[in-house]
């Protein structure tokens, strides 16, 4: 029995050695020029030569900062450590990547001989005269129809499946440093969320005390209607605000509640903004921030860093992917040489088999090789050049997109600090007209109208200055995201508990 199972293990190694040289007939994978300009646009370098004179924050390279270094809040640390642990979206991109690679492993096994163990027996009657029954049983170990991979078929779909389970893991990435972003913009949100509740109730409580104070004039004739009424619906508009903050401030809660997977801990929400002790509507406006800045990220002036993005790397997985098919689809022109044997014993009896079976062996080599096919092979062909070409226009795409996003974000990073300015300078100057108006219509130099309309325009102001303060913070996020963001992250506790 050795020498047959001796046979066997050689015609298997020499199977093998044959698939591990086999030639490629995959064309030679060359990453693409970039379908985008070397330099941003004008106003985004200058934008950027800005961000490059501050001081860095990290490595010049984004990908390796690590979001708690750019996200130093920690209440922001804690939720993000929270989505990053129980966000679905995450958990099945983690998940598509385990496919991948099981897939992987499945296309790899395909360039090795797999060996079986089989017994099998057959009990039937001769075909001659007197007919006797006869029995044999066989066992022992079988190789079946093993591909030489000769001209690499089997290679280039295993190359194409590495290309997949390495863009599943960009895609993971892209997910990761998505749900950072979302995370913080959903945190500052609700921070801003909190800054226009409090804004409104202050308003209302101030315009209540207003309304009383005219109620009493009105009554006494002091007062005409229509000054009364005008003081009245301001009031209400008021209250409609703060209505609406209040929707808002739930439904944004909500939507951070889906981001992390779990109700958002108490502990963990943005401070309520402390306006208890405000005299009037324009101690909201005392500090030109409302919240802590973050850091500004240094950014060079070439737009190779749109490389290090995850979804412009899994674009590019997918093009190399598609490249590998084509040596696929090329293979099916050449011979198919496929090896079937076994090597055993055989014996009249079950019973007998492993006592005194003799020695069987068998080895049934088979070569196929395509002659007229209607064109199938060539449409196959056709169709895996069509694929890598579609990739490359898909890449070419996730290219001139991720320019376009950085771009937008260097600008809007840019001039949404300038625009923050201007407003915060705007707040100032409605708060102190708001102030000359109260001191005229006090001393009874202006009529009540000025004063109320200095009133709703202060108001206003004050909303649109908490939404730049927003608007700025976002910026920053959005550079962050657009550059690729950083995937490393440091020792985040499960739970926090901020003071």
Not at 106 to 115: G, K, N, Y
């Amino acid at each position: 029995m050795r020498k047959p199972l001796t046979l066997l293990h050689a015609g298997v190694a020499l199977a093998a050695m044959l698939s591990l040289t086999a030639c490629s007939l995959t064309p030679v994978y060359q990453r693409p020029e970039p379908a985008v300009p070397a330099q941003w646009p004008p106003y985004a370098a200058d934008a950027s030569r800005e961000a490059a004179q501050a001081p860095p924050v990290a490595p010049a390279n984004v990908a390796e900062l690590a979001w708690t270094s750019y996200f130093p809040d920690a209440r922001l640390q804690g939720l993000i450590g929270l989505a990053l642990n129980n966000n679905r979206d995450l958990r099945m991109a983690v998940l598509h990547i385990a496919q991948w690679r099981a897939l992987y492993q499945v296309q790899q096994a395909d360039r090795f001989p797999t060996l079986n163990g089989a017994v099998s027996g057959t009990r039937q009657p001769a075909t001659a005269a007197p007919h006797a029954i006869t029995s044999s049983a066989t066992g022992g170990v079988t190789v079946s129809a093993f591909e030489l991979d000769i001209f690499g078929r089997i290679q280039a779909l295993s190359e194409a499946a590495s290309a997949q389970v390495m863009a599943s893991e960009e895609a993971r990435k892209a997910a990761h440093i998505s749900l950072i972003a979302a995370v913080a913009n959903a945190y500052y949100l609700l921070w801003a969320d909190r800054w226009q509740l409090s804004l409104s109730e202050h308003t209302v409580a101030s315009r209540q005390a207003s309304l009383k104070l005219q109620q009493l004039k009105f009554d006494a004739g002091v007062l005409n209607e229509l000054d009364w009424r005008t003081a009245q619906s301001l009031f209400e508009s008021a209250r409609v605000t703060r209505a609406q903050a209040q929707r808002q401030w739930l439904q944004d809660t909500h939507a951070l509640n889906l981001l992390l997977g779990s109700v958002v801990p108490a502990d963990l929400l943005p401070p309520i903004p402390d306006v208890a002790d405000a005299t009037d509507a324009a101690a909201l406006t005392l500090s030109p921030t409302l919240w802590p800045g973050l850091s500004e990220l240094p950014v060079g002036l070439s737009s190779d860093v749109l490389l290090q993005r995850p979804d412009v790397a899994q674009a590019e997985q997918q093009l190399i992917a598609a490249n590998a098919n084509i040596g696929a689809a090329r293979a099916a022109r050449f011979p198919r040489i496929t090896l079937t044997g076994n090597a055993g014993v055989v014996s009249d009896s079950l019973s007998g088999l492993f006592n005194d079976g003799r020695s069987a062996w068998s080895f049934s080599p088979s070569l196929t090789l395509p002659i007229w096919d209607a064109g199938r092979i060539q449409a196959g062909i056709d169709s895996a050049h069509i694929k890598r070409d579609i990739a490359l226009a898909q890449y070419d795409k996730t290219l001139q997109t991720a320019f376009k996003e950085v771009a937008d974000a260097l600008v809007s990073r840019s001039t949404q600090a300038e625009q923050a300015q201007a407003q915060y300078a705007q707040a100032q100057a409605e708060t102190a007209r708001w102030r000359v108006s109260t001191l005229r219509y006090e001393s009874g130099v202006s009529n009540q109208l000025d004063w109320l309309d200095a009133q709703r325009s202060l108001f206003g102001v004050q909303q649109a200055w908490i939404a730049s303060q927003l608007a700025r913070q976002q910026a920053h996020i959005s550079v962050y995201k657009a550059l690729g963001g950083g995937m490393v992250s440091g020792q985040i506790p499960a739970r926090l508990s901020v003071q």
